[in-house]
Nanobody, 115 residues
Framework: QVEVVESGGGLVQPGGSTKLSCTVS????????IGWYRQAIGNQSELVAV???????NYADIVKGRFTISRDNAKNTLYLKMDSLKPEETAVYYC?????????WGQGTQVTVSS
């Protein structure tokens, strides 16, 4: 079982920025498929950004140019920097990792974009 723990959510003003962290079990940060999803109340879960094969990152069109994935392998941590946030991006943000032939999810972290 891979441990996945997100942190960094909270209240952000429209147009503001925040950075989420996802810490995973040792080794899992090397996953070929690791990324971020979000789910707003009443909506289905949607892809935000995912890194494939440790080098290619795919971003949802609506976040391109505003969100950035990065990682610190020594800390087994994946980050999601989010800029120019919009109220409609209020959601629970989840980290998802594929490792040892199984998909693991974190518990999610709430991001609320509101003035």
């Amino acid at each position: 079982q891979v441990e996945v723990v997100e942190s960094g959510g909270g209240l952000v003003q429209p147009g503001g920025s925040t950075k989420l962290s996802c810490t995973v079990s040792a080794g899992a940060i090397a996953s070929n498929n690791i990324g971020w999803y979000r789910q707003a109340i009443g909506n289905q879960s949607e892809l935000v950004a995912v890194t494939i094969n440790r080098r290619n990152t795919n971003y949802a069109d609506i976040v391109k140019g505003r969100f950035t994935i990065s990682r610190d392998n020594a800390k087994n941590t994946l980050y999601l920097k989010m800029d120019s946030l919009k109220p409609e991006e209020t959601a629970v943000y989840y980290c998802r990792v594929y490792w040892n032939w199984r998909i693991s999810w974190g518990q999610g972290t709430q991001v609320t974009v509101s003035s």
